[in-house]
């Protein structure tokens, strides 16, 4: 691997981790070339609707659907677990870039539905200052922000030069046509409830742990 191949982050809660994410991310990945993909499982703010499952459900939920995947493109960083406070993404990237140093192309991956709320995050648009942001399709969410002002940001950064994104450190966001898979983690888990099969929807292995450890009854 190039000392500047673009190393990218996938941050989420995977409560549990689903097929919504993998085949998004694989397809993401072979559309931008990228050779390595970090899953980066996050704490949930006292604030927000906490997670069913505990961190280190979560956190074994991910290693199986890695383990599971034919192909080696991702590993995990359990850094945001191991604090006993929530960690606001920007601050992750600012230690990331310490340690990756100003010229390493990082980038951080997001759902069309997490690029429509950047702006509510903790300093979400200062994010691409360190960081490119890699958007994946989501069916059911808009294209553009819903601020004007935000969404002029959006459009100035916006590229379509995949060799830009492994050239650069940070700065520029590209929205790729992955497919449009309409899983998410809350259907899941209401399936699970209500007692409905989920096959297809997340690596078997993984049920295989939602069954043993009883999670989402
Ligand atoms: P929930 O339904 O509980 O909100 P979720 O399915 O959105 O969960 P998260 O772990 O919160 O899963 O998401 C992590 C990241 O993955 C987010 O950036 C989100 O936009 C993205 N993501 C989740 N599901 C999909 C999907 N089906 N297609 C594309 N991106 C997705």
Same mark, same amino acid.
């Given at each position: 691997? /190039?000392?500047?191949?673009?190393?990218? +982050?996938?941050?989420?809660? +995977?409560? !549990?981790?689903?097929?919504?994410?993998?085949?998004?991310?694989?397809?993401?990945?072979?559309?931008?070339?990228?050779?390595? @993909?970090?899953? =980066?499982p996050?704490? @949930?703010?006292?604030?927000?609707?906490?997670?069913?499952? /505990?961190a280190?459900?979560?956190l074994?939920?991910?290693? $199986? #659907?890695?383990?599971?995947?034919?192909?080696?493109?991702?590993?995990?960083?359990e850094?945001e677990l191991q604090?006993?406070?929530? /960690?606001?993404?920007? *601050?992750?990237?600012?230690?990331?870039?310490?340690?990756?140093? !100003?010229? #390493?192309?990082?980038?951080?991956?997001?759902?069309? *539905?997490?690029?429509?709320?950047?702006?509510?995050?903790?300093?979400?648009?200062?994010?691409?200052? %360190?960081?490119?942001? %890699?958007?994946?399709?989501?069916?059911?969410?808009?294209?553009?922000?819903?601020?004007?002002?935000?969404?002029?940001?959006?459009?100035?950064? =916006?590229?379509? *030069?995949?060799? #830009?994104?492994?050239?650069?450190? &940070?700065?520029?966001?590209?929205?790729?046509?992955?497919?449009?898979? &309409?899983?998410?983690?809350?259907?899941?888990?209401?399936?699970?409830?209500?007692?409905?099969?989920?096959?297809?929807? $997340?690596?078997?292995?993984?049920?295989?742990?939602?069954? &043993?450890?009883?999670?989402?009854?």
């Amino acid at each position: 691997m /190039s000392e500047r191949a673009l190393t990218a +982050f996938y941050g989420g809660t +995977f409560d !549990p981790i689903h097929y919504g994410h993998l085949r998004s991310v694989i397809a993401l990945a072979r559309l931008v070339n990228l050779q390595r @993909v970090i899953l =980066l499982p996050n704490n @949930v703010p006292p604030h927000r609707p906490q997670p069913v499952a /505990s961190a280190q459900q979560r956190l074994a939920m991910a290693r $199986l #659907a890695i383990a599971e995947l034919p192909d080696p493109l991702f590993t995990l960083d359990e850094r945001e677990l191991q604090r006993p406070t929530p /960690s606001y993404t920007v *601050d992750t990237f600012r230690a990331l870039r310490r340690e990756y140093g !100003p010229d #390493a192309p990082l980038a951080f991956i997001i759902g069309q *539905d997490s690029l429509l709320t950047l702006p509510q995050w903790h300093r979400g648009l200062k994010l691409p200052t %360190l960081c490119h942001l %890699l958007v994946c399709a989501r069916p059911g969410y808009d294209d553009g922000l819903a601020d004007e002002r935000d969404n002029r940001w959006l459009i100035r950064w =916006l590229t379509r *030069d995949l060799q #830009a994104l492994h050239r650069q450190p &940070a700065r520029l966001i590209y929205c790729a046509a992955t497919p449009q898979l &309409a899983i998410s983690a809350s259907n899941i888990r209401a399936r699970y409830r209500e007692g409905r099969a989920c096959d297809g929807l $997340l690596p078997p292995s993984v049920q295989g742990y939602i069954d &043993a450890q009883g999670l989402y009854l």
